[in-house]
């Protein structure tokens, strides 16, 4: 069975108590639930496991961009804060598109419009494509993005 692995990076795990005005006031039990009915609204021709985690750790994300080069999954990456520092991220996550793996970054804000220190992205350099701005329908954008392709 195909999946797409949704990875969010730190303080995600806090949506739908974090900053609702910018970030809205649901949590990621309710983005998975989303991306799920998404799926099953699609009728692909063959069914797709939505794979969404979350985590703190910088090492743990990285080692889940691993696991998608070793076993070919297209990402949909939230980096959060690591977006705009992590070079060791970065490195990971171009290991997943020099494979020929998609990988999509993704934000729920628009970074752009907000403080400076969002306006830069060491990801995007080595994403196949970054969509932002759209609330959780950033990550649907995405799944269609990475399911299409
Ligand atoms: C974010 C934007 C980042 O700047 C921030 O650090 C986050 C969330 C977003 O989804 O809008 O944690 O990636």
Redesign the pocket.
């Known amino acids: 069975m195909a999946s797409v692995l949704v990875l969010n ?4 795990g806090r949506l739908g108590s ?1 900053e609702p005005d ?2 809205g006031s649901q949590d990621l039990v309710a983005l998975e639930a989303l991306l799920v009915a998404d799926v099953e609204a699609m009728n692909l021709p063959e069914p797709v496991t939505v794979d969404l985690r979350q985590t703190n750790d910088e090492a743990e994300l990285i080692s889940w961009l691993y696991e998608a080069v070793d076993t070919k999954t297209p990402v949909i990456l ?7 520092y992590s070079y060791a991220l970065r490195d990971a996550a171009a290991l997943v598109t020099k494979a020929g793996v998609e990988l999509v970054e ?6 752009h419009a ?2 400076t ?2 306006h830069t992205s060491v990801i995007s350099g080595i994403a196949t494509g970054v969509i ?2 759209f609330g959780f329908g ?1 990550y649907r954008l995405a799944l269609r993005a990475v399911l299409a392709l």
């Open positions: 990076g730190p303080n995600l974090r910018v970030y939230n980096p959060a804060a690591f977006t705009h993704v934000h729920i804000s628009n970074p907000r403080e220190f969002r932002a701005g950033s």
